[in-house]
């Protein structure tokens, strides 16, 4: 049903757009250019709802490229058994969509000193998603999530065990 939602409001605002091109189109009567410039307004206007999530994807990329990232303590690694902690997510600033730096941090379960540490970036829905799906916060125009590839290897390659309930008093 929410698809159907969608794209009955991608079709009226594909037609919002296309009068209101015409409309604009018809101010210009003596220009040889007229059609031209009709066919211009609508393609400017039809990216607008999502246009904060157009221009959100080079800072996520770039973001993606300098702050998600694998910390290994290697010389601590092998053969321990670890369990994940979740830090709190960081909004990052300065960003035209809210996006989030999540750190996962995997501690030894003896000493419960960091072995592995793990960022990775996740970002939410413009404007326009914010509008249409409260609960739901993907972006429409880009894959909002990103993290280092493979990076769950390293423990298994260096033979440490993950455990799943954290130890008791650890924090």
């Known amino acids: 049903m929410t698809g159907f939602f969608v794209w009955s409001l991608a079709l009226g605002w594909a037609a919002a757009c296309a009068w209101l091109a015409h ?4 101010a210009f009567i003596e220009s040889p250019l007229r059609l031209e410039l009709k ?5 400017a206007l039809l990216p607008v709802p999502v246009i904060d999530e157009l221009l959100a994807k080079p800072q ?16 601590r690694l092998r053969g321990r058994t670890a369990y994940e902690t979740d830090v709190p997510p960081e909004l990052l600033e300065g960003t035209l969509v809210p996006m989030h730096l999540h750190r996962r941090i995997y501690l030894d379960a003896g000493s419960h000193r960091p072995l592995l540490s793990v960022a ?38 260096l033979g440490v065990h993950l455990a799943d309930p954290e130890p008791a008093g650890a924090r």
Do not use: E
Not at 39 to 43: K, T
Not at 61 to 70: H, I
Not at 125 to 137: D, F, I, N, T
């Open 23 to 26: 409309r604009i189109g018809d």
């Open 60 to 75: 996520f990329d770039q973001l993606c490229a300098t702050k998600a990232n694998v910390s290994l303590h290697a010389d």
């Open 120 to 157: 990775y970036i996740q970002a939410s829905g413009g404007k326009l998603v914010g509008a249409l799906q409260p609960g739901q916060r993907r972006p429409l125009t880009f894959k909002g999530w990103c993290a280092p590839q493979h990076w769950l290897d390293p423990l298994g390659a």
């Open 39 to 43: 066919i211009v307004m609508f393609l």
